[in-house]
């Protein structure tokens, strides 16, 4: 039997765990391994790329890659299969700055590992056996001059790295622009706790979404309060939640809302779990910035 609510120890742990300087180190050690395992990828895709190469800029007979072995084309199927799951990991390493970075952080090292791996791949592509024409495969027969396609395959180790470097350029504003988006949105959260009114509410309705972020569900649930005027009002959020306190029907909930603007959504936030089983007034324990409305 404890003596404490074990909500109330788990969110002071993940607090004390996030603030650790060895928590920074990590993520960036994490990403590192995940940007490597990409290299590898982006070398291994350039194997796999190679022959088919060979076949748009020579005839047949010329389709003979220095990379024609069953285990040096496997690398970039196994790299893509590891990196992929690392970066399912690292997304759910990465929840503290928000869903949205956190989701797509893990392209940016997956997109520059690819772009590097290309590049590094770039001496090691198969020379055609001639430029600008296909050669015949039986002596004396007639050449064929290269068509489009056989020129954009030629060019295909320069340009096919600047595509990715593009996709990183992408994914790096997106990135950005959804981390100032959550902070924002953090803001806002601590303008209406410092400002809103704060009353106490009660789940209605908790569904989850299907969707998991490190093993944890996310739930769309329902909360009925009454502001100000004695209304009956329903706020629906959603938010991520370990298995073991996913929120139920007639589990507790406090509410903070702009009393100016009760029926306002993007004014109102929802606190469960330790926060609801405190009185109204005192102060709270502030939770992952996921798991507030």
């Not at 039997?1 to 969110?11: F, K, Q």
């Not at 954009?152 to 996709?167: G, Q, R, S, T």
């Not at 959603?238 to 004014?267: I, L, M, N, Q, Y």
């Amino acid at each position: 039997m404890s003596t404490s609510d074990p909500r109330v120890d788990r969110a002071e742990r993940q607090a004390r765990a996030a603030a650790r300087p060895g928590t920074t180190l990590l993520l960036v050690l994490l990403g590192a391994v995940h940007a490597a395992v990409w290299v590898a990828a982006g070398f291994g895709i350039g194997i796999l790329l190679d022959t088919f190469r060979l076949m748009t800029v020579n005839q047949v007979g010329g389709w003979t890659s220095g990379f024609d072995g069953a285990d040096s084309q496997l690398l970039g199927v196994a790299a893509i299969c590891v990196g992929s799951v690392l970066g399912v990991f690292l997304t759910g390493r990465l929840g503290r700055v928000g869903l949205g970075a956190a989701m797509i952080i893990p392209f940016c090292t997956a997109f520059l590992g690819i772009a590097l791996g290309l590049v590094l791949f770039i001496p090691s592509w198969t020379s055609p056996d001639a430029i600008g024409e296909k050669v015949a495969f039986i002596d004396g027969g007639a050449s064929e001059p290269w068509t489009s396609d056989a020129w954009i395959a030629y060019y295909l180790p320069y340009w096919l790295p600047v595509v990715f470097a593009v996709l990183l350029l992408l994914a790096v504003v997106a990135a950005l622009a959804a981390t100032r988006a959550t902070r924002r949105r953090l803001g806002r959260m601590q303008d209406i706790e410092a400002r809103g009114t704060r009353v106490p509410g009660v789940v209605t309705e908790a569904i989850a979404t299907g969707t998991e972020i490190q093993g944890m569900p996310r739930i769309e649930f329902t909360v009925r309060f009454s502001d100000t005027a004695g209304t009956d009002r329903w706020v629906t959020k959603k938010a991520v939640f370990p298995r073991a306190s996913t929120p139920r029907a007639g589990d507790p909930a406090v509410v903070w809302f702009d009393a100016r603007a009760p029926h306002d959504e993007s004014k109102i936030m929802v606190g469960l779990g330790p926060e609801a089983a405190q009185p109204t007034g005192s102060s709270t324990v502030l939770p992952r910035a996921d798991q507030r409305g």
